[in-house]
Nanobody
Framework: VQLQASGGGLVQAGGSLRLSCAASGLTFSTYAVAWFRQAPGKEREVVAVITWNGGYTYYPVSVKGRFTISTDNAKNTVYLQMNSLKPEDTADYYC?????????????????WGKGTQVTVSS
């Protein structure tokens, strides 16, 4: 199983980025998928979750209304659209997949992880 995250980069505050997570060895449509982020010196935190059937999503207050998670089952890829970015969104972003049938919002519930992609938001 391999999850490959991409799309990170440097952007000015107020700008947008779209992260992608492509999977091999698993089918996203049978997993819940989440994006987490981790800033230096901070714990890893969830920023978006979508259930295995795409029926429910979860966003913490810090990103709600600015971030959107979506899936493309044909491409076996999950996206994270990030708008109105703020300097505090600067972190390494990770995608992860879980067999959990609810909304997995903690790292311990995830079964597979991709390597991070760095997002830097300048003020």
């Amino acid at each position: 199983v391999q999850l490959q995250a991409s799309g990170g980069g440097l952007v000015q505050a107020g700008g947008s980025l779209r992260l992608s997570c492509a999977a091999s060895g698993l089918t996203f449509s049978t997993y819940a998928v989440a994006w987490f982020r981790q800033a230096p010196g901070k714990e890893r935190e969830v920023v978006a979750v979508i259930t295995w059937n795409g029926g429910y999503t979860y966003y913490p207050v810090s990103v709600k209304g600015r971030f959107t998670i979506s899936t493309d089952n044909a491409k076996n890829t999950v996206y994270l659209q990030m708008n109105s970015l703020k300097p505090e969104d600067t972190a390494d972003y990770y995608c992860a997949a879980s067999r959990f049938r609810g909304l997995p919002t903690t790292p311990g519930l995830m079964d597979h992880w991709g390597k991070g992609t760095q997002v830097t938001v300048s003020s």
